[in-house]
């Protein structure tokens, strides 16, 4: 009988998890390996890669199609032939949405420095469905229906959170209570940070006692682990470092991911320069960038 293969077992517990909270979907695992691994390589890829990638993910080849189809109608994916083969590439219209989140996926730190501005904003009534809107994009926090803390001067909030005749308070310094701590650590994802590093701890473990890995398998655990750290870290409110609390687990958890990353990395790119094409050949080189991932700027 043959040794079972950790990593292999890794990722069929990973995908069993993932289908038993109903997270694993074809339409967001496809982004997540267009903007992680294609984007730096050039950006185009062809369907035949896709499917090779989603099926050892256990997406068959027609929840692959109808993902696609799905995507190009919402103008997420370009598609172009070349004789019998289909390529994809993310569309020009979402570049930049891409290209934000992915400064706050790779990111060395959520964490805001300890000195950087706050802004405690006190609404005269109920917030308009404009300012709720703009609290996400905004990175503030709604500590309590009229109260909004922002990390920023007031000079800087949008016009959506500078309501008539509300009142605005701007400190260097903030103590918060229990309940505002307890609203900021919500704000943190830390359940979800704290579950996602139990959950690939044991895959650190596994590569750092040199366990067999296939290239396939790093290009699948790669894409899978930045699928489900995608979904967490789009989500982490940025906070000075100040206002956290010690057993934030979010430095920690992010560390792992970026130490797993740099371990998969090379495996990963290897089945990409052997099985991915596009309509001219082999993928270009990887940009310079894709190296830097996870660092200090």
Do not use: K
């Not at 473990?205 to 995608?230: G, K, V």
């Not at 990353?261 to 052997?274: H, Q």
């Amino acid at each position: 009988m043959s040794n079972p293969d950790p990593i292999a077992e890794i990722i069929a517990e990973r995908l069993t998890a993932l289908q038993a909270a109903q997270r694993l979907s074809a339409w967001s695992l496809i982004v997540s390996f267009f903007g992680d691994a294609i984007g730096p390589r050039g950006g185009v890829v062809s369907a035949g890669t896709v499917q090779s990638v989603m099926q050892r993910l256990g997406i068959g080849a027609g929840a692959v199609r109808t993902a696609i189809s799905r995507l190009s109608a919402e103008g997420w994916i370009e598609r172009t032939r070349e004789g019998r083969n289909s390529f994809y590439r993310l569309s020009g219209d979402v570049e930049e949405t891409v290209l934000a989140a992915e400064r706050r996926i790779y990111a060395a730190s959520s964490l805001l420095p300890s000195n950087s501005p706050r802004s405690l904003l006190i609404a005269p009534g109920p917030l308009p469905d404009t300012s709720l809107q703009a609290l996400e994009t905004s990175g503030a926090l709604q500590i309590a229906p009229q109260v909004i803390l922002c990390f920023a001067p007031g000079s800087e909030l949008p016009a959506a959170l500078r309501l008539p005749g509300a009142t605005l308070a701007e400190t260097q310094t903030l103590a918060p209570g229990r309940a505002m701590r307890d609203q900021i650590a919500l704000a943190r994802q830390e359940s979800e940070m704290e579950a996602l590093r139990q959950a690939y701890a044991p895959v650190s473990r596994s590569l750092e006692a040199n366990e067999p890995l296939s290239p396939e398998d790093a290009m699948a655990l790669r894409c899978l682990m930045i699928h489900e750290w995608r979904r967490v870290a789009l989500r982490v409110l940025a906070v000075p470092a100040d206002l956290v609390d010690a057993n934030d687990p979010e430095p920690e958890t992010r560390s792992l991911i970026a130490a797993i990353y740099a371990r998969l990395l090379g495996a990963s790119e290897a089945w990409l320069d052997a099985n991915a094409t596009t309509p001219s050949g082999p993928l270009p080189p990887a940009d310079p960038r894709l190296a830097c991932r996870f660092r200090p700027a």
